[in-house]
T-cell receptor, first 114, second 114 residues
Framework: DQQVKQNSPSLSVQEGRISILNCDYTNSMFDYFLWYKKYPAEGPTFLIS?????DKNEDGRFTVFLNKSAKHLSLHIVPSQPGDSAVYFC?????????????FGKGTHLIIQP | KAGVTQTPRYLIKTRGQQVTLSCSPISGHRSVSWYQQTPGQGLQFLFE???????NKGNFPGRFSGRQFSNSRSEMNVSTLELGDSALYLC?????????????FGPGTRLLVL
């Protein structure tokens, strides 16, 4: 039973264009969402988060959108750069954030093409 | 601040052996969580320690155990290793910001069981 789903295992985007990574969740108790970026042989790096009381959070080139009614969130990267090529994980938690551990999606491999 | 550190980075064991992995959190972080990453299952939560007490536990067998010391450093132990335990083991320490916890990951320990 996957509570956090990233339905696209991979995504290819041209450099300079917008990358949109999607994530769906099923547990309505989730109230805090995070995106992590992971390079091979490294641990995930925290990118951006959003609380369920918001519908948008922006940090530089990264924007996360949350649609609670659809139980859907997305990460927008504008403009996409070669260094953005990595695996992106969506994660969610309930109540106190890390209290029950983060539930991760299986990741989307983003490939930025020159 | 120094990031989360994990030792060793790589480990090769044989079936039936046991292994201990170590994690030093970011200075000031009191919560440490452990995750297992495998190609098929993605990132799965093992357990979380806070102030030397196990606060949460994922769905893993009792062969997986951990502990946390008074300086917040944590160890994870796997006994009677099985081939399926081959994975990247990630440790994350947490900070709390306005009630929300964000986890910061170490580089991981790559365990290979032969």
């Amino acid at each position: 039973d996957q509570q956090v789903k990233q339905n696209s295992p991979s995504l290819s985007v041209q450099e300079g264009r917008i990358s949109i990574l999607n994530c769906d969740y099923t547990n309505s108790m989730f109230d805090y969402f995070l995106w992590y970026k992971k390079y091979p042989a490294e641990g995930p790096t925290f990118l951006i988060s959003i609380s369920s009381i918001k519908d948008k959070n922006e940090d530089g080139r990264f924007t996360v959108f949350l649609n609670k009614s659809a139980k859907h969130l997305s990460l927008h990267i504008v403009p996409s750069q070669p260094g953005d090529s990595a695996v992106y994980f969506c994660a969610a938690s309930a109540v106190r954030g890390g209290a029950d551990g983060l539930t991760f999606g299986k990741g989307t491999h983003l490939i930025i093409q020159p | 601040k120094a990031g989360v550190t994990q030792t060793p980075r790589y480990l090769i064991k044989t079936r039936g052996q046991q292994v201990t992995l170590s994690c030093s959190p970011i200075s000031g972080h009191r919560s440490v969580s452990w995750y297992q990453q495998t190609p098929g299952q993605g990132l799965q939560f093992l357990f979380e320690y806070f102030s030397e007490t196990q606060r949460n536990k994922g769905n893993f067998p009792g062969r997986f155990s951990g502990r946390q010391f008074s300086n917040s450093r944590s160890e994870m132990n796997v006994s009677t290793l099985e081939l399926g335990d081959s994975a990247l083991y990630l440790c994350a320490s947490s900070s709390r910001d306005r009630g929300r916890e964000t986890q910061y990951f170490g580089p991981g320990t790559r365990l290979l069981v032969l």
